[in-house]
């Protein structure tokens, strides 16, 4: 965004948080990450044990359900002022999550963000 100023251009930024689209379900997510899993190592796989993998599966299944909002029509508004406003903003935040958990993020402990 910042680079594009010398040439005259302006960058707005839309920082979304999570949506759910009806084309990317938790299925095709957790066939990738069997993939990769199994490109590992066997060494690195040990190292980590198959528990760990059920467990980030579970948790990103929980997450899923939890944080994702539907209504991506927030987002799309978003980009649509961005575009025709007179005078865009340089942020804009779509979705509860991002105006609220990730500004929360930024300021937190890095302990705390990790652990979430």
């Known amino acids: ?12 930024i839309v920082e979304h948080g999570f949506f759910k ?3 990317v ?8 990450l ?3 899993w199994n490109r590992l190592t066997p060494e690195i796989r040990d190292s980590y044990g198959e528990k760990y993998l059920v467990e980030y599966i ?5 997450s899923v359900k939890r944080l994702c909002d539907y209504d991506i029509s927030n987002v799309i508004k978003c980009m649509e002022h961005a575009l025709i406003a007179k ?15 990730w ?3 930024c ?3 890095s302990c705390l963000s990790d652990m979430l």
Request: hydrophobic residues 40%.
């Open 1 to 12: 965004r910042i680079e594009m100023r010398h040439f005259g251009v302006k960058v707005s």
């Open 21 to 23: 689209a009806e084309e």
């Open 25 to 32: 379900n938790s299925d095709i997510i957790e066939k990738y």
């Open 34 to 36: 069997f993939k990769l």
């Open 58 to 62: 579970k948790a990103q299944r929980s």
């Open 87 to 101: 005078y865009p903003r340089t942020r804009y935040r779509a979705g509860w999550d991002a105006k609220f958990f």
């Open 103 to 105: 500004l929360f993020l």
């Open 107 to 109: 300021y937190a402990p």
